[in-house]
Nanobody
Framework: QVQLVESGGGLVQAGGSLRLSCAASQRTFSNYAMGWFRQAPGKEREFVAA????????YYADSVKGRFTISRDNAMNTVYLQMNSLKPEDTAVYYCAGRPGSASVYFAYAYDYWGQGTQVTVSS
């Protein structure tokens, strides 16, 4: 069982930046593709970004492409989401998630492990 703990959320003005972190409890973290999802009030959970087990492949939702960067440090069992040029529509609870196999999977149900989420609020 992999436990994931997110951190780094907060309140930021539009145009600002935040970096989210997700720490995993097990060394087997390096075997998993990792993803970030978000959920705004009254909306479905949506895919944001994903990264392959070795960091060699990354995938992004069109809405964040060019503004967000996903990365990982397997030695630290941590995955990151650098968010730049934030917009009010980025406001949501952000979750990290892990799954064995491919990172090119954009559906939440395909991920086995989830963190508790961290709130990101972007003011206009």
């Amino acid at each position: 069982q992999v436990q994931l703990v997110e951190s780094g959320g907060g309140l930021v003005q539009a145009g600002g930046s935040l970096r989210l972190s997700c720490a995993a409890s097990q060394r087997t973290f390096s075997n998993y593709a990792m993803g970030w999802f978000r959920q705004a009030p009254g909306k479905e959970r949506e895919f944001v970004a994903a990264i392959s087990w070795n960091g060699g492949s990354t995938y992004y939702a069109d809405s964040v492409k060019g503004r967000f960067t996903i990365s990982r440090d397997n030695a630290m069992n941590t995955v990151y989401l650098q968010m730049n040029s934030l917009k009010p529509e980025d406001t949501a609870v952000y979750y990290c998630a892990g799954r064995p196999g491919s990172a090119s999977v954009y559906f939440a149900y395909a991920y086995d492990y989830w963190g508790q989420g961290t709130q990101v609020t972007v003011s206009s």
